[in-house]
């Protein structure tokens, strides 16, 4: 079945219980756990592409890849049984099979774009506008699930880079990859470090005439091999597909958890050893000093992954080559550098990160008036202080999207079961009066994350405070035991 064209069974209704806006990894997972446990509630998920996968649907730049490892990013409730780390078109294939298994795709709407929502406390709705195949229509619900990822899916960012306009070749952001683009034979030159450049860089090597990776500053690199120890060990014992995922499962959140102590309690030894892994793949052939020598801490931005050391092999090759400076100017051939050197280039890369869209840009209006995010407080990142009835779905930046994705899901199913049970309509975090005092706080400090893409925009994200609920750890191994314990009563959370 095509899940991009089926026409969905309720393709007339205009009001829902709930409606889900987006229909990648966190949609789907979503409207899984909405139908697990409130089989009787109305529901469409709102998908602005012509078909499922967010991520995995818009990135079509070479060797696009899952930097985190499957059994974790995939789903608690499908077995994830190939390698670690996968390519985006696995990742699709894995989601077209969970949706048609779980009979998803006839709740999907293709090709609608929410333009604004408002909320109406007397009707106590949304009220969304919604831009479809047949033009501008409003769509209803009591329950808004915000499932539409934290980033601009139709631009990602770039610097402004002086003498851009000179450049006579192509330039290109690995977001929006042309799909009839030409590398064969051509120097291309590739701006930025972290998963995108490690990524696309070995993907084109073999076929271009020589690739440059421009680094302002470096990254740490995790070269992993890409296969399954474990795995291995396990295949013998015939484990049924779901207990062998969830063994996979805890095995990669105790090594993600571990890698993540360390960064917090040993940093300078987490550094030495992700330093020495990238030497004991070069061989010498670059020095990592100061191509793969970071100023910062590890994990304080996330962690490139190397399969196999891919990227490694193109360096030691030739067939790439990384240069740690800062750009002076495009010109009409390449780019300069400020050390003197000239990048000769056909074609520019800008590996250069993405844009936040805190709840996907849309314009959100409470009974008439313009709501700012940014002045409200955050209840466990998943509601805020002055929207009723709504969730959104933030993963987290150093475990997979999905750990967060279920935990959400399990408290957005929790809060409409107490509302059902209760007879209320409305549900608002407040603040207590002993969390009148708080100091806010950004929702994700630079001491605990500082890459760029997230601190250019964190000021448009809302606040957090100092105590539960108010607080979010970014700390799934924390947030485990937190948010599943939430005491729906503590008075963080109005119903009526």
Known sequence: MNVETKITADADATHFDVLIVGAGISGIDAAYHLQQRHPGKTFALLECEAGIGGTWRIHKYPGIRSDSDLYTFGYSWKPWMGKPIAEAHEILSYL???????????????????????????????????????????????????????????????????????????????????????????????????????????????????????????????????????????????????????????????????????????PDALAADLIAGVKAHLEGAVPLDPHFTPSYQPWRQRLAVVPNGDLFAALKAGTATILTDKIETFDETGIQLASGTHVDADVIVTATGLNLAPLGDIPFTVNGKAFDLSAAWAHHGIMFTGLPNLAYVFGYIRTSWTMRADLVADFVCRVLERMDATGTTVVEPQLRAEDQDMAPQPLISAENFNAGYIQRSVHLLAKQGDRGPWVFTQDYQVEKDTIPAQDLEDGTLSFR
């Open 96 to 266: 077209e099979d969970a949706i048609v298994e779980q009979d998803i795709s006839q709740h999907i709407r293709f090709g609608h774009e929410v333009c604004s929502a408002n909320w109406s406390e007397a009707d106590a709705t949304w009220s969304l506008q919604v831009a479809g195949p047949d033009g501008e229509r409003t769509l209803s619900c009591n329950f808004l699930w915000m499932c539409q990822g934290y980033y601009r899916h139709d631009e990602g960012y770039t610097p402004e880079f002086t003498g851009r306009d000179r450049f006579q070749g192509q330039i290109v952001h690995p977001q929006t990859w042309p799909e009839d683009i030409d590398l064969n034979g051509k120097r291309v030159a590739v701006i930025g470090s972290g998963a995108t450049a490690a990524t696309l860089v070995p993907a084109i090597a073999d076929r271009t005439e020589h690739v440059t990776i421009i680094q302002r500053s470096p990254t740490y690199y995790f070269p992993k091999p890409d296969e399954n120890d474990l795995g291995e060990l396990l295949a013998p014992l015939n484990l049924p597909d779901d207990v062998y995922h969830q063994v996979m499962r805890k095995k990669y959140l105790y090594d993600s958890a571990e890698t993540t102590r360390r960064a917090f309690e040993e």
